[in-house]
């Protein structure tokens, strides 16, 4: 594996909570990616940083908002979690770094439930 | 906007069979990328292609890109228990490299 930590693996929370997903790689790479992944849709992107400080808006990045003030930290905020939020969500890490730069790596996943 | 597509849904093949499934994007890639994911786990990146018309081989697996760039296929030969999981499709979205578009997968399933 590449060096990807997701926290939590595993969540369940109430509707209307914030809730705070972060993403740790040691691997220094520069491009960070949170994506969600449901049955018949597939991965989608949400949010993505090309460096410190530096983000932008996937395709489903509605309810979502992220941060990104350390290289190795990249964190996903449901600002008022809904049950549409349900979902798993990936982490995902590309670029210069110590390893291959044309490798996409994944974490392990966070499981969400929104009750 | 892009979309990327991919067929079959759904795969059921007998240990031994052969298996293929096909992506097709709506425009032109400048590469397309090919990931497993195994029930439960996370996708796992198997290969990029880059150029038109390329071929490349990993063991029983084989892809291709095609010369429009725009569509591609995996190919398993032989199927075995440990093929099972979805084959995932993607394409680069916007100018990042990991910027992906994926196709919503292949599941394939492998009866002993």
């Known amino acids: 594996d590449a060096g990807i930590t997701q926290s939590p693996r595993h969540k369940v929370t109430e509707t209307g909570t914030p809730v705070t997903l972060r993403c740790h790689q040691t691997e220094n790479h520069r491009y960070m990616y949170w994506y969600r992944q449901d049955p018949g849709h597939g991965l989608r992107l949400i949010h993505y940083?090309?460096?410190?400080?530096?983000?932008d808006k996937g395709e489903v990045s509605d309810g979502y908002s992220v941060s990104r003030s350390k290289t190795e930290d990249f964190l996903l905020t449901l600002e008022s979690a809904t049950s549409s939020q349900t979902s798993v969500y990936f982490c995902?890490?590309?670029?210069?770094?110590?390893?291959?730069?044309?490798?996409?790596?994944f974490g392990e996943g966070s499981w969400l439930t929104v009750v | 906007g892009q979309q990327v597509m991919q067929i079959p849904q759904y795969q059921h093949v007998q240990e031994g069979e052969d298996f293929t499934t096909y992506c097709n994007s709506s425009t032109t890639l400048s590469n397309i990328q090919w990931y497993k994911q195994r029930p439960g786990g996370h996708p796992v990146f198997l290969i990029q292609?880059?150029?038109?018309?390329e071929v490349k081989k990993q063991k029983r697996l084989t892809f291709q890109f095609g010369e429009a760039k725009k569509n591609s296929s995996l190919h398993i030969t032989a199927t075995q228990t440990t093929d099972v999981g979805t084959y995932f499709c993607?394409?680069?979205?916007?100018?990042?490299?990991?910027?992906?578009?994926f196709g919503k997968g292949t599941k394939l399933s492998v009866k002993p």
């Open positions: 995902a890490i590309s670029g210069p770094g110590r390893v291959d730069g044309n490798t996409i790596y």
């Open positions: 940083s090309y460096g410190v400080k530096d983000t």
């Open positions: 292609l880059v150029k038109s018309g």
């Open positions: 993607a394409g680069p979205y916007g100018g990042s490299q990991g910027n992906l578009i």
